[in-house]
């Protein structure tokens, strides 16, 4: 009796051995090749928090803003990079790019979404070339041959391009909750001409309603430069309010922005003000 026992436990060790010391090439499924030591699991299955349900006579008090962010600050760069393809990770322009040529989101040539873009006309304002005018590529075979890549233009931009991003939302007070929110309505990015940066960022490619786009960005990671099992989304982002901006209009009779009238520092204290505006006024709503 003990004999079969001790056969029995030979055989479940050598089992083992045989398990572990298994060579990858043989024993491996296709599927079990992942780059990390487990399956990411959290930004995939994740799904956007919708917005609650808001009542007109709930709103006391409303505010339009429109904001920019430059993509050259330390805090934004978690929204710009990576500008090459890498499977880990994706961009913000990136991911808007794949999700217009998808028909997952739909882009507009205006601020009000009146005007949307057809994917042909989608597809003639993104135009990325490599720095040379020949790409090598391969067939199904291996075999290599080189194409003819577009010359340089005015018009032809890549993802290095991407400089800055602007934004519209509502602030509001909901006295039903006694809590003052912010809701943005929708975004724009904005370009470098490729060959003339001395002009900035002053060519629109498109506008997108941001609500349409939460589910998106929500299932995409954003990187962290402390910590890569704690990565978030951009829907975190956007959310928690982690990013850097200045205002450049609030809502006015005469509809112009900052620039019409300041300039310079006074430009910057001018947004400084109506920032600080929103927040007197919630400031000054409770007594102490």
């Known amino acids: 009796m003990k004999s079969s026992k001790h056969t029995y436990l030979l055989m479940l060790c050598m089992l083992c051995l045989s398990v572990s010391f298994a060579q990858p090439g043989g024993a491996f499924d296709p599927g079990d090749y992942r780059d990390g030591v487990y399956d990411k699991e959290n930004a995939v299955n ?10 007109e006579g709930d ?23 990576p500008t090459d393809f890498v499977k880990s990770r994706i961009s913000l322009m990136q991911l808007m790019v794949k999700a217009i040529l998808n028909g997952q989101i739909q882009a507009f040539s205006d601020e009000e979404f009146l005007s949307p873009y057809e994917k042909a006309d989608i597809r003639k304002k993104l135009v990325f070339v490599n720095d040379s005018s020949d790409q090598e590529q391969f067939d199904k075979d291996g075999n290599s041959f080189t194409v003819k890549m577009p010359g340089e233009t005015d018009s032809i931009w890549t993802y290095e391009s991407f400089c800055q991003m602007d934004i519209k939302e509502d602030w509001f ?38 609500p349409a786009c939460r589910p998106y960005f929500a299932k995409e990671e954003v990187f962290n430069v402390k910590n890569d099992s704690e990565r978030r989304t951009f829907e975190d982002i956007f959310w ?49």
């Open 46 to 55: 994740r799904r956007y928090i919708p917005y609650t349900h808001l009542r």
């Open 173 to 210: 007070f909901d006295k039903q909750k006694s809590v003052l929110e912010v809701r943005i309505i929708g975004i724009c990015f904005k370009v470098t001409p490729r060959g003339k940066p001395e002009l900035g960022c002053s060519q629109e490619l498109f506008y997108a309603y941001f």
């Open 59 to 81: 709103v006391t008090w409303e505010k339009r803003v429109w904001r920019s962010l430059d993509m050259r600050e330390k805090i934004n760069q978690q929204l710009y990079y």
């Open 240 to 288: 928690k309010r982690q990013f850097s901006s200045f205002v450049t209009k609030e809502s006015n009779v005469y509809n112009r922005e900052i620039q019409k009238y300041s300039q310079g520092i006074d430009a910057l204290l001018e947004s400084d003000r109506i920032k600080g505006d929103i927040f007197k006024w919630e400031h000054d709503l409770w007594h102490f």
